[in-house]
């Protein structure tokens, strides 16, 4: 299974030309669309949202990930290989907090190249040609030579910030809900927010985090919009009161 | 063929796990995606909308369905069959107007169980993989017990209102064509509306209504947005002058 | 490969029911989804768009393109043969550039007809299933005559207009990069705008024009969008000043 995790969006070319490209390398591949819509050009949020999502994918699933503002530019594109996953995309922190918190992980640099490499769209003519090449059984080391990748000490292990914006307007956050106690109190945009089980379990029009069906903490409005009642984007700062 | 009918939007996670979902539990089963755009957590809305699109689709054809605004609550899981479709989803009355139409129809209360079953995300943990299960053969009495599901009896055959907006701007109602004589006026947000075959029936720029190629009526500007011109949006009320 | 060009949007039902009669019809062909978000009713823009992009397809790729504002009244359906692709779609102007830029190429009225066809939704009723026949072998000839399309000799060999704005609010031209030389400048609703190579070659938040991946000029903002910094829309006039 190939799983696209990319900031293109759907409606437009971008995310069609990665499935042609796919679909002529490794026909017989089943390929998932999991997000079109990771922080654009933000690869920091990106990489908690992608470290919590990947995990529920099953081992041996290859995610072809691409937010890559730096595309053009010199950074390096890279083969990770993390918890019995594939990860394909550019060298630029997205996959830092999959390989950290993995126990064990390899990195290569892709050395492969197509006949023609434009220089604006790399995830169709550079990471999704490798990465349907490594759905249909080629290695790693064919297409990529070991190496270590940028790392971003400085990012925290768990990241106190507004991620993404889901469809329903829910906030989810960079924190993993084992890193808070039930207990714990948030703010957000100036907000305090408490813990509740689910939707169900407060009123219509209050706000509540809970843990989402994918572990992050995740700030939500029962019948409403968390976005627009706190007024969240990517990027807002979550506050852990205790 | 499995069919999507949600309001989990495209862009993120959610349609693309359920996807992941359906592709290993019934790996040769063509999935469509036909609404994941319905009236988000409003199931009276998408019952009218579902009930007009599903009859479009062939016999044995089973849709997931999930506008779920009570999950993790104590309402239970439907598998439900009506004119030789299956229908998986909440027992909210999502499937109040399918069941209804129906000559003849039976449900069952979802008794099966994945290994974990998160509290807000049903749609991947439950009713995927039950609608993935039917897909490949099992039948619903091995998954479900017989049960009766909560009935909505004041809900109308029809409904006089706007219950979705599509990509065009175009507002279609919850009153199905062979329920107005081509005579008969509208009035929608104060405007009156009147009967036209199709879009180039019309002047540029005017309103009219028609019966869309679903059966139902929807309100329409040729060459322009119903939605902007007549300040229209999910909920607002239909009114027949004639 | 079935390749979709619409303006249907999504996550509505059009491109969902479409899929549905493409997988009916030619179960085995795969269909990419290309663009759904072409400019809404609009075939000019439309034709230098799909013009840049059909060539990257491989020969033997079956185009399905509805942007279609006079469905229901007398404009015929086509197919199409160009530079080895086949196109399916109204004959309003969409094929305009496709047919003009290939060395020899052959079009045909549709004859063929479904049992019912709805007035509105020619795509799906039409141009679907007269694709998947394409797709699954059958000859032009066994459903559609030969016939010579509208012709639009007005519409310019390049357009100075924004044809097309991207998800990360990029806006692309109607001009093809071979068109310009690289020192020219342009001007976009009084703006004056550069060539650089890349995003990475100009700093955060400037304006740039490059040639972009598929061949078209494009206007873009480091790390920004262009169409909110210089206030650009699918028609607005682009000036060349050398």
Redesign the interface.
């Known amino acids: 299974?190939i799983?696209l995790f990319t900031?293109?969006?759907?409606?437009?070319?971008?995310?069609?030309?990665v499935?042609?490209v796919l679909?002529?390398t490794a026909?017989a591949v089943?390929v998932?669309?999991?997000?079109?819509?990771a922080p654009?050009?933000q690869p920091k949020p990106a990489a908690y949202l992608l470290a919590a999502?990947a995990q529920?994918?099953?081992q041996g699933t290859i995610l072809l990930c691409v937010v890559d503002?730096?595309?053009?530019?010199a950074r390096r594109g890279l083969i990770a290989e993390a918890a019995g996953r594939l990860y394909v995309g550019p060298d630029n922190g997205l996959f830092e907090l999959v390989l950290r918190r993995a126990a064990s992980s390899r990195c290569w640099d892709i050395s492969w190249r197509p006949p023609t490499l434009?220089?604006?769209?790399h995830g169709?003519?550079l990471f999704a040609p490798v990465a349907g090449r490594l759905a249909r059984g080629e290695l790693p080391a064919t297409l990529a030579s070991p190496a270590v990748p940028r790392g971003y000490p400085d990012w925290p292990d768990d990241l106190a910030e507004i991620v993404?914006i889901?469809?329903?307007g829910n906030a989810l956050t960079g924190l993993r809900g084992e890193s808070l106690p039930p207990s714990a109190g948030l703010a957000v945009a100036g907000h305090p927010v408490a813990h509740a089980?689910?939707?169900?379990?407060v009123p219509s029009g209050a706000a509540f985090w809970?843990v989402?069906?994918?572990g992050l903490v995740e700030i939500a409005v029962n019948?409403g919009r968390a976005d627009r009642t706190l007024s969240l984007a990517v990027g807002s700062e979550v506050k852990i009161l205790a």
């Not at 900031?7 to 030309?17: I, K, M, N, S």
């Not at 503002?69 to 530019?73: A, D, L, M, T, Y």
């Open positions: 299974m799983v900031d293109f969006g759907l409606a437009g070319p971008y995310t069609g030309q499935n042609a679909q002529e026909p089943p998932i669309q999991l997000f079109a819509d654009p050009g999502y529920w994918f099953p503002p730096g595309v053009g530019s434009s220089a604006s769209f169709r003519d993404y889901d469809h329903y089980e689910t939707f169900s379990s809970y989402n069906s994918n019948s």
